[in-house]
């Protein structure tokens, strides 16, 4: 997708905004950069180079945010020494964008090994960033040792007792899922009964029309399983935003920038602020990924999504940290 | 015949430990077994080893790993780079565990 300077796919598509037929792949590699824009049926996707061209309403909404992830505070392996600085970098980035993000979502692994004092730097950090306000869900890594108790402490005010979450902002439905809970052996990432229940429910009286935007750590559709990129029960929860015509997915863990739209969907995986993964299946683990130290920055990123009210669209921007 | 067949699997298993101290091991009921963690698998994925002995994990990973009895028999806490876990199996018996954190890995100790 990088590589075009514009794609333009279009589908067929439904009165009530849903396509079983319609399937679009494509994938954003981190350290490459796109701009997305959802609008019905129709999905156009820029390089972050085409940018200046375009006018302010289509690439500013009238609610941008930005999601960062995996900032694994406390990794200090070769394949990235100084998590903190690049965490750093993530935050000066988001503090020079041109429209300033009403808030932040971080989508899990904080930390590297739940550690209280990688809490606090991280905490410490982000206090920097122009947004004040930051919602989060739980990565595997933050739940190590006490299946989460003090990740609920710290970030859980107003959650219900497994974590999970909704807010409304300028006329979106933002709901946070914990998928790195009780996960089972031979499994993958899981919601659970319970989760499901409040799902269903926290959505039964939305309007059709309301934008829905899900964020969670491990994806939510199938990456790649065979390293453990997807959740169990996810179709059981995309199940219930079936109506609703605009839902954006946004998840972390894989380290990369991926994206692909099914129908109604739009899903995409945010780059990590600390270290990169290979790309699924191409090397024997998906353990940190060393590069050349004047190419990390090119491979780590945050993301920015604006969102344009009335016109039901998302536009999710990722952005390297070079 | 039986603890020889366990030995002779245990020897086949585990690099650098000759086929006669491993005998002698399973004979005093003390031997100890290393399981490696490298690149999110447990190496061997299948231990065979004599009632009393004791496993060794170490995780070679970058990454942090756990090691986790499926039936809840045992549970380390959350190993980083280069710690270990062990535990002693007094019973025989079947006993499959996987990484908590990630659940792809998996591996059985066999307990003969």
Redesign the interface.
């Known amino acids: 997708m990088a590589g075009k300077t514009k794609d333009e796919i279009q589908y067929d598509h439904n009165h009530d905004g849903i396509d079983r037929r319609g399937f679009l792949k494509c994938m954003a590699w981190a350290g490459t950069g796109a701009l997305c824009v959802m609008s019905g049926g129709v999905l156009k996707s820029y390089s972050l180079s085409r940018l200046p061209e375009m006018s302010s309403k289509e690439a500013l909404g009238e609610l941008s945010f930005v999601q960062i992830s995996d900032s694994h505070m406390g990794f200090n392996?070769?394949?990235n020494p100084d998590v903190a600085g690049t965490l750093k970098a993530a935050v000066d980035k988001i503090n020079a964008l041109s429209a300033a993000p009403e808030f932040m979502l971080h989508t899990g692994d904080i930390s590297?090994?739940?550690k209280p004092e990688e809490f606090d730097t991280v905490d410490q950090i982000l206090k920097g960033a122009k947004p004040s306000d930051v919602f989060y869900v739980p990565g595997?890594?933050d739940v190590?040792?006490d299946d989460g108790k003090q990740f609920l402490e710290r970030y859980g005010k107003g959650s219900k007792s497994g974590g999970w979450y909704s807010f409304d902002k300028k006329g979106a439905h933002f709901i946070g899922l914990v998928n790195v809970m009780n996960?089972?052996?031979?499994?993958?990432g899981t919601l659970g009964h319970e989760q499901l229940e409040w799902l269903e429910d926290d959505v039964k009286h939305l309007k059709h029309s309301t934008p829905i935007v899900v964020f969670a750590h491990i994806p939510l559709w199938s990456v790649y399983?065979?390293?453990?990129w997807g959740t169990e029960d996810s179709a059981q929860a995309l199940a219930y935003l079936k109506k609703f015509g605009s839902v954006t997915v946004l998840n972390g863990h894989i380290h990369q920038t991926m994206q692909k739209v099914e129908g109604n969907v739009t899903f995409h995986t945010a780059a990590s602020t600390a270290f990169p993964q290979p790309q699924p299946g191409k090397a024997?683990?998906?353990?940190?990924m060393k590069v050349p130290a004047e190419q990390l920055k090119s491979v780590l990123g945050i993301t920015d999504v604006n969102y344009v009210q009335g016109q039901h669209a998302l536009a999710v921007v990722d952005s390297t940290l070079a | 015949m039986a603890v020889l067949t366990a030995a002779l699997v245990i020897a086949l298993g585990t690099l650098g430990i000759g086929q006669r101290s491993v005998l002698a091991g399973a004979q005093q009921k003390a031997e100890t077994t290393e399981v490696k963690i490298d690149n999110f698998s447990f190496g061997p994925g299948t231990l065979t080893i004599p009632v009393g002995a004791t496993v060794t994990w170490t995780n070679r990973d970058d990454i942090p790993h756990t090691v986790v009895s499926t039936d809840g028999v045992f549970k380390s806490k959350v190993l980083d780079t280069d710690e270990k876990f062990s535990f002693t199996f007094s019973k025989a018996g079947t006993y499959p565990y996987f990484c908590s954190i990630h659940p792809k890995m998996t591996g059985k100790v066999i307990v003969q």
């Open positions: 392996k070769p394949a590297h090994l739940s595997e890594h190590l040792n996960l089972k052996a031979g499994g993958l399983p065979e390293w453990g024997d683990s998906p353990g940190p």
